[in-house]
């Protein structure tokens, strides 16, 4: 039974900030040393399109991962028009200095029948915006994609669009949607100061010139990156993607949320973004981000169940990063929250992401969703 046919009427205490008109509310807090810092706090329940409409596995069955065109423009807009916050997508800065939208490190095509990769950070932007389909209807050099164990897919989808720059989701986004920034370096690459000054200073840059009111989060994988995107402007929150130790790496910095929590004291970071498992393998880990003064949001393939949202919901997390962008927003629409004041009248029900509330949840659904996520953590 999913939870968006469940009849849900949780009740809650009335304890919550007022709503903003921004995605994200800044408070000043004075750390241990006595030094003041910026804690950052979400007025709801954050929700967010991964790679604006969802994610591209061109190997999956499942055709609603091949419909538009990910970090595309069109996949923006289209993610726009549910009611998210935020869209994810992923920036790198090409050879010649221009942040360009594309998660993946290497691009591929086909020359001649031969598959032949390029890495995006070693190209011209003209030659970046030459893959894929063009403005006047040609597709020269068709996209490919490598998966993680090597095989090569040709980048069909449904709707198809060009690749776009960052200066381009600035300026042909809907601006009603906030932007999730993830800045994106090679995990097989080891960067000097400079350099990634350097393609920092590149992405601010457009920021500063096209930023204007938009909500904006930085998020990395990279330490040392999201540390430096911290010292260099104090506009934008900026949050340590991890995977929880769901994946093991040499930097033993993003190896667990203990880490990562270290890190964001460390550095005066606003939050952490973890892999959903890491979360549900050790809840008690929420409560340690919440007492480090720190946000908490999440991301993964579970993040397309409703089930194991809502009990991310109950259990404190405060966004998530969905790719089936239309159902889990449809999903959410339909489950109510209840402040404890309007117990009394089933009229004044209230989405559970419209404001933030502490939530008193029964013991019929802690069971329920018990003993639906550790069958998901399996898979």
């Known amino acids: 039974m999913a939870l968006e046919t469940m009849a849900l009427s949780i009740s809650s205490s009335s304890s919550s900030s007022s709503s903003s008109s921004s995605a994200i509310l800044s408070l000043g807090i004075v750390d241990d040393d006595g030094k003041k810092q910026e804690a950052f706090v979400f007025p709801k329940f954050v929700l967010m399109g991964h790679r604006g409409f969802g994610m591209n596995m061109l190997q999956s069955p499942d ?45 591929f095509t086909q020359e001649q029948g031969v598959i032949t990769g390029n890495r995006v950070t070693e190209m011209a932007l003209d030659e970046f915006l030459s893959y894929g389909p063009q403005k006047d209807g040609t597709n020269v050099k068709p996209m490919f994609r490598q998966t993680k164990n090597g095989r090569i897919f040709e980048w069909r989808v449904e709707k198809d669009d060009t690749l776009c720059t960052l200066e381009d ?39 500063n010139d096209h930023a204007k009111n938009r909500p904006i989060i930085f998020s990395s994988f990279h330490p040392d990156a999201a540390r430096l995107i911290r010292n260099l402007q ?48 050790t809840p008690n880990a929420i409560t340690r981000v919440r007492d480090s003064r720190l946000s908490l949001l999440s991301y993964g393939q579970l993040n397309n169940v409703v089930e194991v949202i809502y009990l991310q919901y109950l259990m404190g997390v405060e966004g998530v990063i969905v790719d089936m962008v239309k159902d889990i927003s449809e999903a959410i629409a339909n489950i109510k929250v209840r402040n404890e004041e309007d117990c009394e009248d089933d009229d004044r029900q209230k989405m559970f992401g419209e404001t933030k509330k502490k939530v008193k949840n029964s013991k019929d659904e802690i069971n329920f969703l018990a003993k639906v996520v550790p069958k998901l953590l399996q898979q």
């Open 63 to 107: 055709e609603k991962m091949k419909f538009i065109k990910e970090n595309s423009l069109l996949s923006f807009n289209v993610a726009a028009d549910f009611p998210i916050d935020f869209i994810e997508f992923d920036v790198q800065v090409t050879r010649d200095g221009c942040p360009v939208i594309f998660h993946d490190i290497f691009m």
């Open 234 to 281: 104090r506009s934008y929150p900026v949050f340590f993607l991890t995977n929880g130790g769901c994946e093991i790496y040499k930097d033993m910095r993003r190896n667990s949320l203990d880490e990562a929590i270290k890190l964001c004291k460390d550095s005066g970071l606003q939050g952490i973004v973890s892999e959903v498992k890491a979360i549900l393998r």
């Open 169 to 207: 989701a600035f300026l042909k986004v809907n601006q009603s949607v906030g932007f999730n920034i993830e800045l994106k370096f090679d995990d097989n690459t080891v960067y000097g100061l400079e350099e990634l000054r350097l393609t920092l200073d590149n992405i601010l840059k457009v920021l």
